[in-house]
């Protein structure tokens, strides 16, 4: 069965510090994996996904993340940090062969200036 | 550039009421979803509509019941709310599976009383 993990609930960086979110995953085939950012009252915005090739992925508003099979991770990760970046984000693991995506419950940021 | 729009933003109802949330997106998905969003648990799908005139149960189904209306729109009912019904709600929609990009809408704060 599918599970995502997200081990940190809340984080909080200094803005231009470097940021990096940990989920980690439980499937038994290559898996399906999507990074979400909520802002405060908005629904969920895709930032990145990974479904074969490359394992780096680039996203929007500079976010990138890995997909390390051997430890079944999928960090997601940002240089600097900027005060807009503070949001709640997601991961999310589904799989090529079924319309089923399981989301982790979510690490809340916060931005020091 | 509407998207994915969801009606009503906040509602508060007495236990037993019953109470329809409504959904429309303008991108020609096939694709519709409702999730509810409670803490520490991530975003769980109540139901989806993985085409015209055809509904499916998601992974909390319970209390429920959905129409689809035609291919913009996707509603949720609520026929007799319960307390534990108290959440954040999500209608999304994606081409044609959650495993390609999903749109949210912003979302309907709902509280049973």
């Known amino acids: 069965a599918q599970s995502v993990t997200q081990p940190d609930i809340h984080i909080t960086v200094s803005e231009g510090a470097s940021l990096e979110l940990r989920c980690n995953y439980s499937?038994?085939?290559?898996?399906?994996l999507f990074w979400y950012v909520q802002s405060p009252g908005q629904g969920l915005q895709l930032l990145l996904k990974?479904?074969?090739?490359?394992?780096l992925v680039q996203g929007i508003k500079g976010f990138e993340a890995e997909f390390k099979r051997s430890q079944s991770s999928f960090n997601l990760r940002k240089p600097s940090v900027h005060w807009s970046d503070a949001a709640e984000y997601f991961c999310a693991v589904g799989s090529y062969n079924t319309d089923k995506l399981i989301f982790g419950t979510g690490t809340r940021l916060q931005v020091f200036p | 550039n509407a998207g994915v729009t969801q009606t009503p933003k906040f509602q508060v109802l007495k236990t037993g009421q019953s109470m329809t949330l409504q959904c429309a997106q303008d991108?020609?998905?096939?694709?519709m979803y409702w999730y509810r969003q409670d803490p520490g648990m991530g975003l769980r799908l109540i139901y989806y509509s993985a085409s015209e005139g055809t509904t499916d149960k998601g992974e909390v189904p319970n209390g429920y019941n959905v129409s689809r209306l035609n291919k913009r729109e996707f509603s949720l009912r609520l026929e007799s709310a319960a307390p534990s019904q108290t959440s954040v709600y999500f209608c999304?929609?994606?081409?044609?599976?959650?495993?390609?990009?999903?749109?949210f809408g912003s979302g309907t704060q709902l509280s049973v009383l």
């Open positions: 499937y038994g085939a290559t898996p399906y």
């Open positions: 999304a929609s994606s081409g044609r599976s959650q495993n390609e990009k999903l749109f």
């Open positions: 991108m020609n998905h096939n694709s």
């Open positions: 990974y479904f074969s090739g490359d394992t």
